[in-house]
């Protein structure tokens, strides 16, 4: 009885799943400013809500959610990746204020308020979360000592 239980629930899970990834569950104006904005975009994965449509997918090597709400706006994007992604004045101030520690993750949130990186660093002894403002000003967020030895 037990495993049938289980074996239900994990069905139930699944077909949740295949529903919130169903793009024919997003609107036409949804899709069209995803498609505009986001040609290359491949594995797109659709979660919907209420108000809101948020796509998952990779656009060359970057993961990206985008957030569209049911009008066809585009309220948000996040988009994670390594330091070779970086606009060249971010990396130059984090590398000025951190000139030992090496970056290991960025995630970029892009809104009508601007363009906010939230930066992880690590060296041998801590790691940093860092966040920087598209001007390029940092402050830090967290310190941690590492674990990692």
Not at 45 to 73: H, Y
Request: aromatic share 10%.
């Amino acid at each position: 009885m037990k495993h049938l239980i289980l074996f239900a629930a994990v069905i139930l899970c699944l077909s949740s799943s295949v529903k919130a990834s169903n793009p024919s569950e997003v609107n036409e104006k949804v899709l069209h400013t995803f498609h505009q904005i986001f040609k290359n975009a491949q594995d797109v994965i659709w979660k919907s809500s209420e108000k809101l449509n948020e796509a998952s997918f990779v656009q060359g090597a970057i993961r990206t959610k985008a957030i569209i709400n049911n009008k066809g706006d585009l309220v948000q994007t996040i988009r994670y990746y390594k330091e070779e992604n970086l606009p060249t004045n971010i990396l130059y101030s984090v590398k000025k204020a951190y000139t030992d520690e090496e970056i290991w993750g960025v995630t970029e949130v892009s809104k009508d308020s601007g363009v906010h990186y939230f930066i992880t660093l690590k060296n041998d002894k801590n790691w940093y979360n860092i966040y920087v403002d598209q001007k390029g000003d940092i402050s830090l967020k967290s310190k941690f000592i590492n674990g990692d030895e």
